[in-house]
T-cell receptor, first 108, second 111 residues
């Protein structure tokens, strides 16, 4: 069983729609969670971090954490073609474990 | 403020050779993390250095090693290169938090 699991996609949404990205993790000791965006051929770029149950909003991005369900999600509102990338979910407990990523395509 | 830097950008080696990759963290960051990202695959944790010490190691053979210098820069050494070592090697830095910031990476090609 992978420690951090994501749907590999591709997830395709029309421009202006809400994109919903999901992630589950197996290590209950994980205390902090991150979403990174990675454009093809580039390095991951930090979008959001979340540490407590509930929602955390930053601009068009909302991260949601449910530790009881071991579930993390990222919502992207008003999706833009420039949001097209692979989104990596990560969980930290002594070291960072990354999911394989979900590829998002936003169609104009 | 300058971000994480890595050198070289690209590196081409042949099987059996050694590769050395370098990373300079964000100023003030004491931790350096190394990851391997093979084509089409996720990030695999390699090594974590903090304050000059190796703090944790991923599930990689001993021919993957590294060190951290007094100025917190780091190098990753890969000995006896194998074809499957071809990947993007990413360095990230952090300080007193879990948050990691990535450099642009070194693409290693083993022929």
């Amino acid at each position: 069983q992978k420690e951090v699991e994501q749907n590999s996609g591709p997830l395709s949404v029309p421009e202006g729609a809400i994109a919903s990205l999901n992630c589950t993790y197996s290590d209950r000791g994980s205390q902090s969670f991150f979403w990174y965006r990675q454009y093809s051929g580039k390095s991951p770029e930090l979008i959001m971090s979340i540490y407590s149950n509930g929602d955390k909003e930053d601009g068009r991005f909302t991260a949601q954490l449910n530790k009881a369900s071991q579930y993390v999600s990222l919502l992207i509102r008003d999706s833009q073609p420039s949001d097209s990338a692979t989104y990596l979910c990560a969980a930290h407990n002594n070291d960072m474990r990354f999911g394989a990523g979900t590829r998002l395509t936003v169609k104009p | 403020e300058a971000g994480v830097t890595q050198s070289p950008t690209h590196l081409i080696k042949t099987r059996g050779q050694q590769a050395t990759l370098r990373c300079s963290p964000i100023s003030g960051h004491t931790s350096v993390y190394w990851y391997q990202q093979a084509l089409g695959l996720g990030l695999q944790f390699l090594l974590w250095y903090d304050e000059g010490e190796e703090r944790n190691r991923g599930n990689f053979p001993p021919r993957f090693s590294g060190r951290q210098f007094p100025n917190y820069s780091s190098e990753l050494n890969v000995n006896a290169l194998e074809l499957e070592d071809s990947a993007l090697y990413l360095c990230a830095s952090g300080h007193n938090t879990d948050t990691q910031y990535f450099g642009p990476g070194t693409r290693l090609t083993v022929l």
